[in-house]
């Protein structure tokens, strides 16, 4: 579960401490996380294509990683449709210009014509042979891939390829590349995925890579290797083997951006690339046949800059530097290399790398780039951020401003990172219960997919009753998301594979749960056309929930449940969110489970918070204040729940903010929406919510929570000003940390409303506004005002020395340093981790202690100006 309390205490002992122990300065470094090679997701690999390693004329090896030479065909979504099943060409060609030179002809209706791919092999080779072979290929691939094709038969420099009836090709445009990757006479760069396996595992972010003669599978072994690395972790060990050659090459690599981000590189910058850790192995009693060397370096564009690592002295560290990057560059690599030449003898020459780094000294600066670690806390909310939009993403941002990110599979990469950012930051994997289809020309499935069951499985594994037929032979989708698929929900082979790969995929990259989408009833969408939804009714959202729970239960891993609109105490909601909602009237039926906090999801997100998005209509920002104020009712709810839930049993509600930025209805300014979204949670915020925006289409928006730390901590719920359920107020009273006081007023109405201040105040500009100002809100707005005061000063006194179980008194004391009376001082620490609290020690000075939180807490109902004071609690060493 989302552990948000301590979150925001941590930073009063910060605050009062001011221990750079645990915030500290340190220098900038962009491979931080995925330098420590702690784990692997997936096997990302470059492979150099040269003559007779794609393909092997004289033995017909045909490569097996993802380049392998397949006949791949899309299938057409229109089940009835037959496809007469004509001939495909393949013909070689004896010339060297190019390779994959692809000429097309074919549909799938009468007056078909076979489909003709020409295929170009190298100076030398003999064409008929180079048929031969590829034929032999296809066959002996049929019936154990999936396979479309009937067979292959070759004539001469031709093979005829037949595919099934039913299964007609995609053209190829210009740009597309074939699935026939054979051979061409220059060098070209493969790249692609693999699943990890023992001997073929790269650490997140970094990517194997092999020269132009080092056979991708049989020369070269990559693997994490357990408690090998610095101080027993675990570290990347690469290695050249078997080889036999005039010179062979392996690379361990990694990239990074070069653009405006503040984890990226910047045109200007100077780096160094630097690993603690590199330990050869291998390399001693090679014989004279045999010239070994190793590097690391850095390249950019043409520059290279490198420098040889000592094979024969054991551990060793080494760095280079390089820059400044110049104008025009995108990317720049870092990478480690074997270089091997002659005869090996059948050793594998290899190196443990562990601790690379890559510092970086801004253009114009002399001296390296610091950051925070962890990263300070600049806001007293707690924070959720969707990103869907990889190149809009940024870790230091996001680690810096969020208690939660939702990732796609595709930005996995930065996890690592984040967590070195900020160790206590929850991230989720975005995941659909629709079926995608993203397959490019050649029919071949992304690696990266936002649901784990994409539409090219299911129609290859033959489970199309999983989809819905619309009647007229097409599968339905979503009206708004064309590449979109509905699926049915209570198939329980569809649950199983689904709750399957989501934990393979939790699980690999490391992932705290996940957040499902599209998880809801289809009843109120468009009809009366081919668009029109499923009708999936409230029972099958319940009884898929109830399938896949359990089972990402039992990984350890947290559900996140997307309700797009629905509300938690009322139907169809309340049926997949509410732990305490029981079958009654029209829902009384077999189809329909009690709920328990077992059977509904950890967290509840609320993706149209406080307004919805009117879809039909150009995806406008509508506003209803009966909507609005029903998500500040489901937030209270949530607290309500909790009050009677076992800890672990708590659920946590996500509001989220999403919204059209238009001339008439801006995101931004002091009456924007996104401002009317945040100063709407701050009414009814408390420790089971979070708070989310963005902009359609990216869902980024670049907001400052700062304010909220600013304003302090609620004092009261939120209330209707003058007896308006739509007009409403919560005051906020001074914190530790340096909150000073204020209220949140939010107007939902579609008219303006005027609100009175009774205090001095200071608003969002930091514009003095004196007691009595009449403020007008415009229809749905949101303003915040600061009490015109400075932060109480605090201090808290530990004893210097202590022995370990010793009972220890730890002072905590205020001092108004204002002219006016502070009221409602809310004083709060966090135990010291050293130590454990003990109970009852606090509530002598009428104080509290928050166990989950690690909180000890007073509230002070008046301090005079000038006024200091001090409460106690006690604490045993550890």
Request: charged share 20%; aromatic share 12%.
């Amino acid at each position: 579960m989302m552990v948000r309390s301590s979150l925001a205490v941590a930073a009063f002992f910060i605050a009062m401490l001011e221990s750079s122990a645990l915030c500290a300065l340190v220098e900038t470094d962009l491979l931080a996380g995925i330098g420590d090679f702690e784990y692997c997701a997936d096997t990302a690999w470059n492979v150099c294509a040269h003559p007779g390693y794609d393909f092997d004329a004289q033995s017909g090896w045909v490569g097996d990683y993802r380049s392998s030479l397949t006949i791949r065909q899309i299938p057409s979504l229109r089940r009835r449709e037959s496809g007469n099943g004509d001939l495909v060409t393949i013909e070689c060609l004896s010339s060297d210009s190019r390779s994959n030179v692809v000429i097309y002809e074919f549909t799938d209706g009468s007056g078909a014509r076979p489909g003709n791919v020409q295929v170009a092999v190298p100076s030398g080779a003999n064409s008929e042979t180079v048929a031969f072979n590829l034929a032999e290929v296809i066959n002996v691939n049929q019936g154990t891939k999936g396979s479309n094709i009937v067979a292959a038969t070759v004539s001469g420099n031709k093979v005829w390829v037949k595919p099934m009836p039913g299964w007609v090709i995609k053209t190829f445009t210009d740009s597309d590349t074939s699935d026939i990757r054979l051979v061409s006479n220059h060098v070209t760069w493969l790249y692609g995925f693999d699943p990890p396996t023992p001997d073929n595992s790269v650490a997140v972010g970094w990517v194997k890579k092999t020269g132009e003669t080092v056979h991708p599978r049989n020369n070269v072994t990559y693997r994490i290797a357990v408690g090998e690395g610095i101080g027993g972790s675990n570290c990347q060990y690469f290695a050249i083997k078997n080889y036999v050659g005039s010179h062979g090459t392996a690379y361990l690599s990694t990239s990074v951006q070069v653009d405006n981000r503040p984890c990226s590189l910047h045109l200007g910058d100077r780096i160094k690339f630097r690993i603690d850790h590199l330990l050869p192995s291998g390399f001693i009693g090679l014989g004279s046949k045999c010239q070994v060397e190793a590097k690391i370096g850095v390249i950019w564009s043409d520059q290279r800059v490198e420098k040889a690592v000592p094979i024969n002295q054991g551990r060793v560290s080494a760095e280079v530097t390089g820059g400044p990057i110049p104008q025009g560059i995108t990317y720049i690599s870092a990478y480690i290399r074997i270089d091997v030449s002659g005869d090996a003898g059948g050793k594998e020459l290899g190196m443990y790398v562990d601790g690379a780094h890559l510092f970086v000294t801004r253009a114009g600066q002399t001296e390296p780039q610091n950051w925070e670690v962890p990263v300070g806390r600049n806001r007293s909310c707690q924070t959720l951020k969707m990103c869907r939009r990889g190149e809009e993403f940024d870790p230091y941002e996001a680690a810096s401003n969020y208690d939660a990110i939702v990732l796609d599979e595709s930005d996995s990469k930065y996890i690592p990172l984040l967590r070195y950012l900020n160790p206590a930051v929850k991230i989720y994997l975005y995941e659909s219960v629709t079926s995608t289809d993203f397959r490019d020309s050649r029919g071949i499935e992304p690696w990266y997919t936002n649901c784990p069951i994409p539409l090219g499985h299911i129609i290859a594994s033959g489970n199309t009753d999983w989809l819905y037929d619309d009647g007229v032979g097409f599968y339905v989708y979503e009206q708004y998301y064309p590449n979109s698929y509905y699926t049915r929900l209570t198939k329980p082979a569809f649950q199983s594979l689904w709750a399957q790969r989501t934990i393979d995929k939790l699980q690999r990259w490391h992932y705290d749960g996940v957040w499902i989408d599209a998880l809801a009833p289809l009843q109120e969408l468009k009809v009366g056309s081919r668009l029109q939804c499923p009708q999936r009714e409230p029972w099958e959202v319940q009884n898929f929930i109830r399938a896949v729970l359990p089972v990402l239960k039992i990984a350890g891993k947290e559900v996140l449940h997307n309700t797009c609109g629905y509300h938690l105490e009322t139907e169809p909601g309340s049926i997949y969110t509410n732990p305490f909602w029981k079958p009654a009237g029209q829902y009384n039926t077999a189809n329909y489970r009690p709920n328990t906090s077992a059977t509904v999801a950890d967290g509840i997100f609320q993706e149209w918070a406080f307004f919805y998005c009117d879809m039909a209509n150009g995806r406008i920002n509508k506003y209803d204040k009966d909507y609005w104020k029903q998500c500040l009712d489901d937030m209270d709810t949530v607290k309500r729940w909790n009050a009677t839930l076992a800890a672990s049993e708590k659920k946590y509600y996500h509001v989220f903010v999403i919204g059209t930025d238009s001339k008439d209805d801006p995101a931004y300014g002091t009456d924007g929406w996104l401002q009317f979204g945040l100063c709407s949670y701050l009414l009814a915020q408390n420790d089971w919510t979070t708070f989310g925006c963005g902009l359609r289409p990216s869902y980024y928006a670049n907001i400052d929570f700062s304010i909220t730390k600013r304003l302090g901590t609620p004092i009261s719920e939120h209330t209707a000003y003058k007896g308006d359920p739509y007009f409403r107020y919560r005051t906020y009273g001074p914190t530790s940390d340096g909150g000073v006081g204020g209220v949140v007023v939010v107007n939902a109405n579609p008219e303006a409303r005027n609100y009175v201040l009774d205090f001095d105040a200071i608003d969002e500009s930091g514009n003095p506004i004196p007691r009595n100002t009449n403020i007008v809100l415009k229809p749905h707005t949101g303003r915040i005002f600061l009490n015109r005061q400075s932060a109480v000063t605090t201090t808290m006194t530990v004893p210097k020395t202590v022995r370990p179980g010793e009972a220890v008194s730890i002072d905590v004391g205020y001092v108004n340093n204002t002219g006016t009376v502070v009221r409602n001082l809310a004083l709060k620490v966090v135990v010291p981790a050293e130590m454990t609290y003990i109970a009852g020690s606090a509530e002598e000075s009428g104080g509290s202690y928050d166990p989950t939180a690690n909180i000890v807490s007073w509230v002070i109902s008046t301090v005079a100006p000038g006024e200091s004071g001090a409460r106690s609690f006690k604490a045993r060493v550890k």
